[in-house]
């Protein structure tokens, strides 16, 4: 990963082609959404200046997301489900049945739940049967995504042909879903690399997988 990153990744992933970057993600499930699965090379970045060139000191992306929501006063986990009209937790066995989480949390926090940073209380949290996240992110996400429907003019002011053209019009009409969209620009991929009957999951999985899921949300297998 650090060799797809700043002006060298840039020129790297030119180099690999957005087909060979499409099919290796395709063919790889997404991390479990959980506590102590951070990507290691996120903990050791290094940033980029401008023009390319390493800036002297490295960043633990992780520590630094803390210390960012809590320098913004972003709401506290138990604060944040109140606001969004979830049920607070009340002791460490309301967030998970994690025996070693549950250690680890009354190590760093002590007693006290009010405490719990948001990000660290979304992962620790159980997931939903089924989904690789948790009720308090799945709400946002369902907040979000109807939100985000709703105030973009290109799916309610602007959906017409003057904006789309009528060529346009039509593949948005006639498009169903991401494998669609693969087929008309890379038919040869998804003949040659898709298995699966959803862009979403796991390309090598079978047809019958339920694919109604985005592979975003779903439990790695």
Same mark, same amino acid.
């Given at each position: 990963m650090r060799n797809l990153i700043g002006l060298t990744g840039e020129k790297t992933l030119g180099e690999i082609g957005i087909e060979r970057q499409m099919v290796s993600m395709g063919h790889q499930a997404c991390g479990a959404l959980e506590l102590w699965n951070y990507p290691l090379w996120m903990r050791d970045l290094i940033p980029h200046n401008v023009d390319g060139t390493e800036r002297p000191h490295h960043v633990d992306l992780a520590a630094l997301e803390i210390y960012r929501d809590r320098e913004r006063n972003v709401a506290r986990y138990n604060q944040f489900r109140r606001g969004i009209l979830l049920l607070p937790i009340t002791k460490w066995e309301d967030l998970t049945d994690d025996k070693e989480a549950?250690? $680890?949390? &009354?190590?760093v926090y002590g007693g006290d739940v009010e405490e719990l940073d948001l990000l660290v209380g979304l992962? $620790? &949290? /159980? /997931?939903? /049967?089924g989904f690789a996240i948790s009720e308090t992110a799945f709400v946002i996400f369902l907040l979000m995504a109807t939100r985000r429907l709703e105030a973009d003019r290109f799916f309610t002011s602007n959906f017409n042909e003057e904006t789309y053209t009528k060529k346009g019009l039509e593949w948005v009409n006639s498009t169903e879903s991401l494998k669609d969209v693969i087929d008309r620009h890379y038919p040869e991929m998804t003949h040659k690399w898709m298995n699966s009957s959803s862009a979403f999951s796991v390309w090598d999985s079978s047809p019958n997988t339920p694919n109604h899921i985005p592979l975003y949300l779903r439990i790695p297998h």
């Open positions: 549950i250690q $680890a949390l &009354e190590d992962m $620790a &949290e /159980k /997931k939903i /049967k």
